[in-house]
């Protein structure tokens, strides 16, 4: 009898596809070895290959990947889905629901049991797209009894903390800490928020109470008040999680944490300040899912997409992304990296802090403790021989004149500056004490952007435009045109909104501009240029996107000056 064909392992077959090399196969079989991880997840931790790879070639070859349940929070809107008895009967736990896509995540120990697949889709109603993950059996049985075992809501925790006496001391040293029911709230509280898509956390002291805020698409909204008796707990709790130091209150401390929420791996810098009421403690969501986008779903104009393409082509000059605080930047910085992020080319970056870290780039975070600023990280990083640099911003005349050395010298450099718009990126720089020399040759081009709120597509309501909204849209009498307004409704939380876009003014600098650059030619002459090459403003973006549709008058008003339309 022919001796059957072995099925080839997952590391065999990224061998075969190219994906890996047999030296980074053995590096990882080596590391697996002492973390008990899964190759595909060890692979991935290593930098050798992204989820997204590992988890095509699984799904291709074996159909199931894995999940670790220690790392993670539990959802109440999945376990609200599936009764415990059930979850029991067939060894399964829901461990996520993405409501607007209709997708349930559960673990399983036994991936080949179609008919707990097909009954739980029976039970739902056939409307419920079901993803199965593999998990061992022992730790379901574990996660089981806890999630089902405990109360999961904000509120019905509250009652619980009401109603008896809490050991804070032992929250973060008890072996079964999850049973604590701060341990709880907070990881409902951060559930909610990831699931709300809010960017920060806000844990404000008041004299008598505690203000829970998140920041939703760049607006703050209050969520919840608590007494100010919860406040000591939650406070350690969230210390303990992100490695601060408990016993110091008086001094602000800065930590970072990692979560399994929602279906995937969530990040959170967290910063605690003194104020006089407490210590105030304020967490930034760092989703990667949500801010590693690639450039063709940014939302550009085509012709900006190509422009951009285009100045990503130049081996070496400087790319200036620059805008406000929470316009985006780093987001834009990162899409346009990744565009270009290959083993053909060593990407170096200088950040203050690193928020979200990416295989095969080298990434340095800017801090006291390392004994690095941005000039000396530049001078270092010059000796690693890179081929692109990411300078996290420039701030002083040290910092300018080593990016601008570092493209000077055969380097893509990419960086971020305070100012309002593309052609105010040269005041800047001279102000700094950037020479016109210096800058003309080795600025590639500049990025300039604002994020605004794109409008609910369930609500937002048909609008007419008034006559001062229609000489900011520059319509004549003859134009009949229509536009939206947000309005509210249950899927938006009633704000009119949901999610944000970009707007982009993009400055590609030729040899005719470097003309004007190097002697210091006026602003208003510069612009001229621009607009003479096709130069198209942040308020001209907006406004097409509010005569497309996705966004309201008012909003992009909230970003950018249109009054100047108003005089012309």
């Not at 559930?191 to 760049?218: N, W």
């Not at 110091?248 to 399994?260: K, W, Y």
């Not at 607009?531 to 005569?547: E, H, N």
């Amino acid at each position: 009898m022919a001796e059957r064909r072995r099925k080839p392992r997952l590391g065999e077959l990224m061998i075969q596809q190219g994906l890996i090399s047999q030296d980074q196969l053995r590096i990882a079989l080596t590391e697996q070895e002492g973390s008990r991880l899964p190759l595909g997840r060890q692979l991935v931790l290593l930098g050798f290959v992204t989820e997204t790879v590992v988890r095509d070639v699984v799904a291709d070859t074996i159909g199931y990947e894995s999940i670790d349940l220690s790392n993670i929070a539990a959802d109440k809107e999945a376990l609200h889905l599936v009764p415990e008895d059930f979850s029991r009967r067939y060894q399964l736990l829901p461990i996520a629901y993405e409501d607007a896509a209709k997708i349930l995540i559960v673990a399983m120990a036994d991936m080949f049991n179609v008919v707990a697949v097909d009954q739980l889709s029976a039970m739902l109603g056939g409307v419920v797209q079901i993803k199965p993950l593999l998990a061992t059996e022992a730790q379901l049985e574990e996660y089981i009894d806890r999630f089902y075992g405990y109360e999961l809501s904000v509120d019905g925790i509250l009652r619980e903390i009401e109603t008896g006496e809490i050991d804070y001391a032992s929250l973060g040293a008890g072996s079964d800490e999850y049973t604590q029911p701060v341990v709880r709230l907070v990881g409902a509280l951060l559930m909610d928020a990831v699931k709300r898509g809010a960017s920060d956390i806000h844990f404000e002291p008041e004299y008598a109470f505690l203000r829970i805020r998140y920041r939703i698409d760049g607006v703050l909204q209050q969520v919840r008040s608590l007494h100010k008796s919860y406040w000591g707990g939650v406070a350690v709790r969230l210390k303990v999680l992100s490695g601060l130091d408990i016993a110091e209150t008086r001094a602000p401390q800065d930590g970072r944490l990692g979560m399994h929420l929602c279906g995937r791996p969530i990040d959170f810098r967290v910063s605690s300040h003194p104020t006089i009421n407490g210590e105030n403690i304020v967490l930034r969501v760092l989703d990667r899912e949500k801010s590693i986008i690639p450039m063709e779903r940014m939302g550009l104009r085509p012709e900006t997409l190509e422009e951009l393409k285009l100045m990503m082509t130049r081996p070496e000059g400087i790319v200036i992304v620059t805008g406000p605080t929470g316009s985006g930047k780093t987001t834009t910085l990162y899409s346009l990296l990744s565009f270009q992020n290959t083993e053909a080319v060593n990407i170096m970056t200088l950040e203050d802090p690193v928020e979200y870290p990416v295989a095969m780039m080298r990434q340095t975070s800017v801090a006291e403790v390392n004994k690095v600023d941005f000039a000396n990280g530049i001078r270092s990083i010059m000796r690693q021989d890179p081929d692109i640099i990411l300078v996290g911003e420039v701030r002083d005349e040290d910092t300018a004149t080593m990016a601008f050395r570092a493209a000077m010298t055969g380097h893509q450099v990419f960086t971020t500056l305070h100012t309002n718009s593309a052609l105010g990126v040269f005041p800047r720089l001279l102000d700094i004490g950037v020479l016109p020399d210096i800058m003309a040759g080795n600025i590639i081009g500049v990025v300039a952007q604002r994020l605004v709120r794109v409008l609910c597509p369930h609500c937002k309501e048909p609008h007419e435009p008034d006559p001062v909204e229609r000489k900011m849209l520059r319509l004549k009498p003859t134009d009949e045109t229509q536009i939206f307004k947000a309005q509210g409704c249950r899927q938006c939380n009633h704000n009119g909104y949901r999610g944000r876009m970009a707007i982009i003014e993009l400055l590609r600098i030729d040899s005719d501009m470097d003309a004007l650059i190097s002697r210091r030619a006026h602003l208003d002459e510069l612009q001229k240029k621009a607009f003479d090459k096709g130069f198209v403003t942040l308020a001209q973006d907006g406004i097409r996107r509010v005569l497309e549709g996705y966004t309201s008058l008012a909003e992009v008003v909230r970003v950018i000056d249109l009054t100047s339309r108003l005089h012309s």
